[in-house]
């Protein structure tokens, strides 16, 4: 079997080809979840360069500790949840850099985001509005309504409670509401 | 102008859409992880058997092996203070301009070696070994560290990861092991 002819395989049964010694099952696993997962990543740390970062990391994590996946079968849920502690990881490391950043001047008028006004496409907008959401309420807004996960699986896979999620989703709705019918004002005057 | 709720939903619609991904990301993932050792039979094994130890069963005891039982563990409750290292793991000893040298201390009798592993050594079991102190099971280490928040987790003997008692766990391990927080300075 190709490496790439892995649709009727089970998560299961690549992850037993991989600890058996057969490390190119893996690129099957690879191949199936690099499109959901980097979506959630680009959606998440709102820019390619790091989302592909943090892909890239938690797949080669998820190979290193393969032998710690006690349920093969969840073999997807599993590694999203390394994928949100590295979006969690890189997110904080941004931070830490902007912080830094913003000490200079000259780089601050560098790293300026055009206000919402300037750009055209709605694409831009919602992208824009995304990112002012505080990485909590963004994580719990992108896993319940852009990846469809119940509060059930968005509770094992991030460890937060249900109750908190669900007031997260909802500040996520509310802050993201106000941001594109700001934006939309902005656009409009 | 669209109604509030049709305004929310067109953005998931958006946010929805796939999002473009370099096609080299699966190679380059394939090509480093030629490099990582294969995840082998054993670890799995071992963790396998980790799970099967946490899941819930009935268990039978005699009345005597629960008065056994009973009275270890008020042997435990009245002597067992005594038996643990006073000393306060993650508390920094000295503090400088750059951070602080904060010292990491575990009791454990029956190891042969421990080793500190956290976000500050990238979780490298041979990067921060600790060293015995007397006779009585305690290892010890310094590390210097800069103001920030860290992980970390005691590894005794290579293979049994140990959370700090005397630290806040973490709540955050992605691979479910237990995990301490060890904080430096004012966040």
Known sequence: MGIHDVKGTSDAALVARVLAGETDAYAGLVARYRDRLGRYAVRMLGNEA???????????????????????????????????????????????????????????????????????????????????????????????????????????????????????????????????????????? | MPEESDRLEQAIRVLKEPAQIDSGLDRRVMAEIESVPVPGAWPHRFWMTLDWLKRGRPVRVSPLGGLAFTVGIAILVLFGREWMTPQEPGAPLATTAQGSVVQFVIVAPAASGVSLVGDFNDWSSAATPMRRVGGNGVWEVTVPLDAGRYRYAFLVDGSTWLRDPSAPPTLDDEFGRPGSVVTIGEL
Request: charged fraction near 35%.
């Open chain 1, 50 to 189: 790091d989302a592909e970062d943090a892909l890239q990391e938690a797949f080669v994590r998820g190979y290193r500790s393969l032998a710690r996946c006690t349920d093969p079968d969840k073999f997807g849920a599993w590694l999203f949840a390394i994928l949100i502690n590295r979006c969690r990881t890189i997110g904080k490391q941004r931070a830490r850099r902007q912080q830094l950043v913003v000490q200079d001047e000259a780089a601050v008028a560098k790293a300026s985001v055009k206000h919402p006004e300037e750009r055209s496409a709605l694409r831009e907008t919602i992208e824009w509005a995304v990112e002012q959401l505080s990485p909590t309420i963004r994580e719990a807004f992108l896993l319940k309504h852009v990846e469809e996960l119940s509060y059930d699986e968005m509770t094992t896979i991030t460890g937060a409670k249900t109750s908190a999620l669900k007031m997260r989703v909802a500040r996520a709705r509310q802050e993201l509401q106000r941001l594109l019918e700001e934006a939309e004002r902005a656009g409009r005057e």
